[in-house]
Structures are given as C-alpha cells and as structure tokens.
C-alpha cells in the first residue's frame, strides 16, 4: 500500500521562509492528487490552509503558498511567525474514492 | 457559517461497537460530501471514510471491514460505527466536510472540533 511521506519535523528562525513536502513511497505527487493542507495546534481540530494543490483557505494569509516541487507537494511559509509553530498535515486523493493523510510534520520555530 | 458537533460515548468497551454522530448546523448536509477522520493519542491523523448525502460510502481499506458510515438528512446528521474496537482505536473521532467545487473534491472546509474516545474495559 502506498504511503504518503512529510518530514517528521522542521525547524524554521522567525522571519524565514520554509517548504515542507508531501509525497509518495512509490511514485510522484501530481495536481491529480488534489493535495491539500492543514495547520494543527494541541487540542485543537485541524485548520484547512491549502485545497487542491494552491488554492488557499478563506482568512489564509499569502504567506502560506502550496505548489508541486518535483515529485512532491509542498507547502511554503514565507516570514514564519512563532505561531506558525504547528503540526502541519497533507492529505492526497488516491483513486477509487480513499483520500490518505501523511504522518504530519512538526514545525518549530526558533 | 457551517458548525460540526461530533457526539457520542466517550468510552466504549473492546469488542464492542463504536457510534458517533455529527451534527451539521448552518447549512444543510444535502448536496455535499462529509468525512469521519480520527487520531490517536499522540499521532497524525487518519482518513476514515466519506458518504455523500444520498447514502453513498466509501472507506478507507485498513477499517472497511469494520466501518459503516450513515447519514440522516432528516435530522441533517450523519454517523459512525466502529465495530469490534480495540486500545487501538482509542482516538479523537473528528467529523468534516469535503470541499467540492464544480463537483470535484479537493479537501476538507470544515472541521468538528473532535471527540475523544477510549477504548477500555
């Protein structure tokens, strides 16, 4: 079964810019995939940022971006923010009706 | 603006049966896709499974065995059962809607904001 792969963790300075990715254990990530993004804090449900490759959320900044670098999808945080500070997860369309999350990256800031 | 409620046991037993509902306020369940995904203490998040508001279903294939997803339009909710649960399915269940512009999916809009259940006899 194909896994979807993200870093387990990053760490980025306040005020730098930093892309996280998202992608296959077999294979490459395309718009196809319809990869999307989410922003989790501890304890709190999941906020969406990014749907279908590069569309952002409503009340996203433009500071989030997301893209296909390579063969992955990525999510880009330009000036980070100490609240940026999050696990932060993809979730690609597989075919056949089944959606996968990856593992989650989580995102310091320091 | 669309609100999710998740609701239901907080503890279940092992081998018996999970159940969750969720609660749609602020629009109507009809003509959309919703979603139950959940995730354990500690760990990332998984994608349980989907139903369209006329009944249709798909599941993720590690749980298919054990899930049945059910919507009640009446009553503008949908459900979870989890049959045959173990420690391992000890999770926070959350509920969302799937964002489908022009018909085609491309990721959750709205989030429940998760209900913790523990499996433990």
């Known amino acids: 079964q194909t896994v979807v792969t993200q870093e387990p963790s990053f760490s980025v300075s306040p005020g730098g810019t930093v892309t996280l990715t998202c992608g296959l254990s077999s294979g490459s990530v395309s718009t196809n995939y319809n990869p999307s993004w989410y922003q989790q804090t501890p304890g709190q449900a999941p906020r969406t940022l990014i749907y279908?490759?590069?569309t952002r959320s409503s009340g996203v900044p433009d500071r989030f971006s997301g893209s296909i670098l390579g063969n992955k999808a990525a999510l880009t945080i330009t000036g980070a923010q100490a609240d940026d500070e999050s696990d932060y997860y993809c979730?690609?369309?597989?075919?056949?009706?089944?959606?996968?999350f990856g593992g989650g990256t989580r995102l310091t800031v320091l | 603006q669309v609100q999710l409620q998740e609701s239901g046991p907080g503890l279940v037993k092992p081998s018996e049966t999970l159940s969750l509902t969720c609660t749609v306020s602020g629009g109507s369940i009809s003509g959309y896709f919703w979603s139950w995904i959940r995730q354990p203490p500690g760990k990332g998040l998984e994608w349980i499974g989907y139903?369209?508001?006329?009944?249709?279903?798909n599941y993720s294939p590690s749980l298919k065995s054990r899930v049945t997803i059910s919507v009640d339009t009446s009553k503008n909710q949908f459900s979870l059962k989890l049959s045959s649960v173990t420690a391992a399915d000890t999770a926070v269940y959350f509920c969302a809607r799937f964002h489908c512009p022009g018909g085609v999916c491309d990721g959750f809009d709205f989030w429940g904001q998760g209900t913790m259940v523990t499996v433990s006899s």
């Open positions: 979730v690609l369309y597989m075919g056949g009706g089944i959606w996968v």
């Open positions: 139903i369209y508001y006329t009944g249709s279903t």
């Open positions: 279908n490759t590069n």
